[in-house]
């Protein structure tokens, strides 16, 4: 399900205004007059985190360098996916050591970590991205996001120069459907909320029902509230997937009463 995928403002002409939108371009707007600042964007799978940061930066007008991480396969260590990151930094900002990285973050408004690291197998499917190793490693993914903390707080100091924005999830997947650790676990999901938001500004990422029906309405003209009503229940208000179920027809007999219906849908509205 990635034909709705976002990975850069070019990618995000039909888009629907949220409070959550709003929540983060506040927070966002800031940035601009100001550095030292971490802000963790948040949110279940399929609900747009990248959509919303683009539309934001775009809106905002706000400058930002996006690092990319392409990996050869899943089995990389922690610290070797953690080496590869840097390096690759290195090389695309054409310095040799970490203060001169620091240096070049420092001349834009945002330092953007989101998809071209996370779901880099979108800009080269030869390749994978972080989500794709994590998904892989499972639990055993977690020391890279102590290493990532641990420099976090070595550099604490040289951040203070550069604003972070970071696209945050922790996928599990369960039986075909894709989770997140941070927001999709009741009292678990809170108590790692609440941890982050010890060390980070957090804004979460999260829909009413009408939003997502918006949503969905902006991109298949005339769908019955229904239909959508029905994906609802069944991937919960997250936008994504139910676009993708729409477009790609993956709809068995037995998930409508009138499957027949589905050809009446249309393609999406431009």
């Not at 506040?26 to 948040?42: A, D, F, P, S, T």
Request: with cysteine.
């Amino acid at each position: 399900m990635e034909d709705h995928k976002v990975i850069s403002s070019k990618d995000n002409d039909d888009f629907v205004i949220t409070d959550s939108f709003l929540k983060l371009c506040m927070k966002l707007k800031e940035l601009k007059n100001n550095k030292g600042r971490v802000i963790l964007v948040i949110g279940s799978p399929g609900t747009g985190k990248s959509s919303n940061i683009y539309k934001a930066l775009k809106k905002l007008d706000l400058s930002y360098y996006e690092p990319v991480l392409f990996l050869d396969n899943t089995k990389k260590s922690s610290l070797n996916v953690y080496k590869e990151l840097i390096t690759g930094i290195k090389k695309d900002l054409g310095v040799k050591t970490k203060e001169e990285i620091f240096n070049k973050f420092s001349n834009y408004d945002i330092v953007l970590v989101a998809d071209k690291i996370l779901d880099s197998e979108s800009l080269n499917k030869k390749k994978i991205g972080l989500g794709g190793w994590i998904k892989n490693k499972g639990l055993k993914s977690i020391p890279f996001y102590f290493i990532i903390l641990f420099q976090y707080l070595v550099n604490k100091r040289k951040l203070f120069k550069i604003n972070l924005v970071v696209h945050t999830t922790w996928v599990v997947e369960i039986k075909g459907y894709k989770y997140d650790l941070i927001t999709d676990f009741s009292i678990f999901s809170k108590i790692i909320s609440l941890i982050l938001k010890l060390f980070f500004e957090v804004v979460e990422i999260s829909y009413f029902e009408e939003d997502t029906i918006k949503i969905v309405k902006n991109h298949f003209r005339g769908i019955d509230d229904e239909k959508i009503k029905f994906y609802i229940k069944k991937y919960g208000n997250k936008p994504r997937y139910i676009l993708d179920a729409l477009e790609n027809k993956t709809m068995k007999h037995d998930d409508l009463e009138n499957p027949k219906s589905i050809k009446t849908m249309g393609k999406p509205g431009k």
